[in-house]
């Protein structure tokens, strides 16, 4: 099972990110840990007000710069629209790369920064989704299998909550056809 999620993880979210729904334009961008060899590496996470998930990336800093990677990631997502707003919690790596990345033009000037912990509370409800299947594993081998596996927990979040089209919240019997669909297989 471990090799199929390490093989296929990659593959499922390439397949699935064309057909993921359009989010909106007020994203909540946070930050959770995750052990991989016992040392604590960030999945950085963002949803928009709705609870869809934008995107995420696993970096083993906190800082300016995998901010900034992490926004720049989430910007060229095929299903996320420019942001409005975009409230982060009081990480002072957020007005850094958020800064830099207007000054470089990746970012539009009219974009707001709200720097208020408690409108955050939509990403901190969504991290234990992906907590609680990493959990049990007590943490990963390495970097790459943590990044591999996270993908595939992450896109399947999506699909079960609902943001595949064609797909509606917990129609499990429209996920098996999607993913049939998907890889070509017959049902």
Known sequence: MFRWVQEYSPEIDQR??????????????DETYILVKGKQKYLYRAVDSA?????????AKRDAKAAKRFLRKTLKAVHTSTPRVITVDKNPAYPKAIKELKAAKKLPEIVKLRQIKYLNNIVEQDHPCIKRLVRPGM?????????RTIRGYE?????????????????????LVFIHQIFGVVA
């Open 16 to 29: 699935f990110r064309s057909h993921l729904r359009p989010t909106n334009d007020s994203w909540r961008v």
């Open 139 to 147: 943490g990963f081998g390495s970097f790459n299998t943590a990044r």
């Open 51 to 59: 609870g869809n998930t934008l995107d995420f990336l696993l970096t």
């Open 155 to 175: 896109i399947m979040n999506m699909v079960r909550k609902g943001q595949v089209i064609g797909v509606s919240r917990g129609a499990i019997k429209e996920r």
